[in-house]
């Protein structure tokens, strides 16, 4: 069974960054498609960026395009991502997931997210 573990979060000032993490364990990390969703409170989960196998493509939500940053360490077993600029409406518990295969319709495994707090 494959596990996924999310840390980095935190309590940052508007305009600054932090660096999220996710380590897997318990399945062979190079073969998942990557993504980080996100659920700010009274709404529903989000999509937030996804990186593919072999970090070939990545593929971000419009609302963090060009502030974050995904990538991956096949070699460490662990997705990133990299949050500058970081607003306020970014607050949100940040998941990271993994598909199964390239093919899977739906994201297979979930980590049990990491709040991220931007202040004002």
């Known amino acids: 069974q494959v596990r996924l573990v999310e840390s980095g979060g935190g309590l940052v000032q508007a305009g600054g960054s932090l660096r999220l993490s996710c380590a897997a364990s318990?399945?062979?990390?190079?073969?998942?498609?990557m993504a980080w969703f996100r659920q700010a409170p009274g709404k529903e989960r989000e999509f937030a960026a996804s990186?593919?196998?072999?970090?070939?493509?990545?593929n971000y939500a419009d609302s963090v395009k060009g502030r974050f940053t995904i990538s991956r360490d096949d070699a460490k077993n662990t997705a990133y991502l990299q949050m500058n600029s970081l607003k306020p409406e970014d607050t949100a518990v940040y998941y990271c997931?993994?598909?199964?295969?390239?093919?899977?319709?739906?994201?297979?495994?979930w980590g049990q997210g990491t709040q991220v707090t931007v202040s004002s």
């Open positions: 318990g399945g062979t990390f190079s073969r998942y498609p």
């Open positions: 990186i593919t196998r072999g970090a070939i493509y990545t």
């Open positions: 997931a993994a598909k199964q295969s390239s093919t899977s319709a739906t994201y297979d495994y």
